[in-house]
């Protein structure tokens, strides 16, 4: 890892910081290199998690080379800086020592509809203004993807156990194991004195193939597989389909189980279309995982799987067998409809994405969505920043209807340095 302080040195305090530009969050990145250099950690700790609460998972998830890194000027002709690294450095040091309190400034009841990247944020930018904030979750714990979609050698949970400390001390409410749509409805939520309420469920649902052999019981879907890899016995040998980043993390995620000793990803295109981040794709193969292009499954069997080759045509004579024990699917997924099976009022497109308007509202008055159940899916950084926009939004739908006289604000602005800082420095 490189040197904390000798990249913050390399850092040129840009006066119009296309590191910035590019981060879809407008991380506030001279800023806060700047106050760790003047030996200000808890003010740049303070900076970074007021703009972006999630920034200890973005520092190690992002796609910088797309975002913040990826617009660097030094990497124009050199190495751009590694703002992840230093802000890694500055999020870790500082989240527990966070003095995260609410403002007390406005009142409002929010419920939050999934416990993932965008929820957590939403929770804790209204929670943090004064609203009154409860997160309805699926599953045991908060985190969403983050817990249960990427392994824990790429995102310790730890850092979300962190988060939801600081969730508890907001006083933001967290009710676990409650899947709303088949019992606890929309209709009910606004019945129990929720002025608005945000969708953000994700997108769990994996896509199919929808070839021979794929209701097999040894063959698996990479997004289920990941929530709990520990459960699985894959056998020796393991062939995963797709190239996309869940593929990686399904690769990487089964060589490091007990008894898989050989890892084959399988694509039908070539390695230069691979959707997967080229850092994930090095780290793959660096951990022995093997790569066969330009091949399509056709059709699975319990000893292994018939695939072709798509640079020849289809026939018997461009099939082969590849012998292994499990197989993988890991060709994205799509939103499910738990929610909008019991309120029809709430609109999905034909992709069964959320529909929503510029303010981020439904088709139904007062419920919000944003994230992947709207976008599809996308980066951490980007569900935080539609929740950050959306938060907007909400904020003052709520204050409309308790104030005809309500002039909209914007509460969190696009840019974190527009605004006053003082309500979110540490009491005391």
Same mark, same amino acid.
């Given at each position: 890892?490189?040197?904390?302080?000798?990249?913050?040195?390399?850092?040129?305090?840009?006066?119009?910081?296309?590191?910035?530009?590019?981060?879809?969050?407008?991380?506030?990145?001279?800023?806060?290199?700047?106050?760790?250099?003047?030996?200000?950690?808890?003010?740049?700790?303070?900076?970074?998690?007021?703009?972006?609460?999630?920034?200890?998972?973005?520092?190690?998830?992002?796609?910088?080379?797309?975002?913040?890194?990826?617009?660097?000027?030094?990497?124009?002709?050199?190495?751009?800086?590694?703002?992840?690294?230093?802000?890694?450095?500055?999020?870790?040091?500082?989240?527990?020592?966070?003095?995260? =309190?609410?403002?007390?400034? &406005? !009142?409002?009841?929010?419920? +939050?509809? $999934?416990?993932?990247?965008? @929820? /957590?944020?939403?929770?804790?930018?209204?929670?943090?203004?004064? =609203?009154?904030?409860?997160? &309805? !979750?699926?599953?045991?714990? +908060?985190? $969403?993807?983050?817990?249960? @979609? /990427?392994?824990?050698?790429?995102?310790?949970?730890?850092?979300?156990?962190?988060?939801?400390?600081?969730?508890?001390?907001?006083?933001?409410?967290?009710?676990?194991?409650?899947? /709303?749509?088949?019992?606890?409805?929309?209709?009910?939520?606004?019945?129990?004195?929720?002025?608005?309420?945000?969708?953000?469920?994700?997108?769990?649902?994996?896509?199919?193939?929808?070839?021979?052999?794929?209701?097999?019981?040894?063959?698996?879907?990479?997004?289920?597989?990941?929530?709990?890899?520990?459960?699985?016995?894959?056998?020796?040998?393991?062939?995963?389909?797709?190239?996309?980043?869940?593929?990686?993390?399904?690769?990487?995620?089964?060589?490091?189980?007990?008894?898989?000793?050989?890892?084959?990803?399988?694509?039908?295109?070539?390695?230069?279309?691979?959707?997967?981040?080229?850092?994930?794709?090095?780290?793959?193969?660096?951990?022995?995982?093997?790569?066969?292009?330009?091949?399509?499954?056709?059709?699975?069997?319990?000893?292994?799987?018939?695939?072709?080759?798509?640079?020849?045509?289809?026939?018997?004579?461009?099939?082969?067998?590849?012998?292994?024990?499990?197989?993988?699917?890991?060709?994205?997924?799509?939103?499910?409809?738990?929610?909008?099976?019991?309120?029809?009022?709430?609109?999905?497109?034909?992709?069964?994405?959320?529909?929503?308007?510029?303010?981020?509202?439904?088709?139904?008055?007062?419920?919000?969505?944003?994230?992947?159940?709207?976008?599809?899916?996308?980066?951490?950084?980007?569900?935080?920043?539609?929740?950050?926009?959306?938060?907007?939004?909400?904020?003052?739908?709520?204050?409309?209807?308790?104030?005809?006289?309500?002039?909209?604000?914007?509460?969190?602005?696009?840019?974190?340095?527009?605004?006053?800082?003082?309500?979110?420095?540490?009491?005391?």
């Amino acid at each position: 890892m490189p040197h904390v302080l000798v990249e913050a040195e390399r850092c040129l305090q840009c006066k119009k910081p296309r590191c910035r530009e590019g981060c879809p969050i407008k991380n506030p990145i001279p800023q806060f290199i700047r106050m760790l250099k003047e030996g200000k950690i808890k003010e740049a700790g303070n900076l970074v998690f007021t703009n972006n609460p999630l920034s200890i998972v973005c520092s190690l998830v992002c796609p910088h080379e797309k975002f913040c890194e990826g617009h660097c000027i030094m990497g124009i002709k050199s190495t751009p800086v590694h703002i992840s690294t230093i802000e890694q450095y500055i999020a870790d040091y500082n989240l527990d020592m966070l003095d995260i =309190y609410s403002s007390g400034e &406005y !009142e409002g009841k929010v419920g +939050i509809i $999934g416990g993932g990247p965008a @929820g /957590i944020a939403m929770a804790f930018y209204m929670g943090r203004r004064g =609203y009154d904030v409860t997160i &309805y !979750e699926a599953s045991e714990r +908060i985190g $969403g993807i983050l817990r249960y @979609g /990427i392994p824990d050698f790429r995102l310790p949970s730890v850092h979300i156990d962190r988060l939801e400390r600081q969730l508890h001390s907001l006083g933001v409410k967290i009710h676990p194991n409650t899947l /709303i749509g088949p019992v606890t409805t929309v209709p009910d939520l606004f019945r129990d004195g929720f002025d608005a309420l945000f969708m953000s469920t994700g997108v769990w649902r994996p896509n199919k193939m929808n070839i021979k052999g794929e209701s097999l019981s040894n063959v698996h879907y990479a997004i289920n597989y990941l929530k709990s890899s520990e459960l699985y016995n894959l056998g020796r040998d393991v062939v995963v389909i797709g190239a996309g980043n869940v593929a990686m993390d399904a690769a990487r995620t089964s060589m490091r189980s007990l008894h898989t000793q050989n890892v084959t990803v399988l694509y039908r295109r070539d390695e230069a279309d691979m959707p997967c981040r080229k850092e994930e794709y090095e780290y793959t193969r660096m951990d022995g995982v093997q790569f066969e292009f330009f091949t399509q499954v056709d059709e699975f069997t319990e000893d292994g799987v018939w695939v072709h080759d798509t640079r020849e045509p289809i026939g018997q004579e461009n099939r082969r067998f590849i012998p292994c024990d499990s197989a993988i699917v890991a060709i994205s997924q799509g939103p499910q409809s738990n929610v909008v099976s019991t309120e029809s009022r709430i609109r999905l497109d034909r992709k069964g994405l959320v529909i929503t308007d510029e303010n981020m509202q439904t088709t139904m008055e007062g419920v919000y969505a944003s994230g992947d159940v709207v976008t599809g899916a996308k980066t951490v950084v980007e569900a935080e920043a539609a929740a950050k926009r959306c938060a907007n939004a909400m904020h003052n739908y709520i204050q409309r209807k308790k104030n005809p006289d309500w002039q909209d604000e914007e509460l969190y602005a696009a840019d974190i340095l527009d605004q006053d800082m003082t309500p979110f420095l540490p009491r005391g």
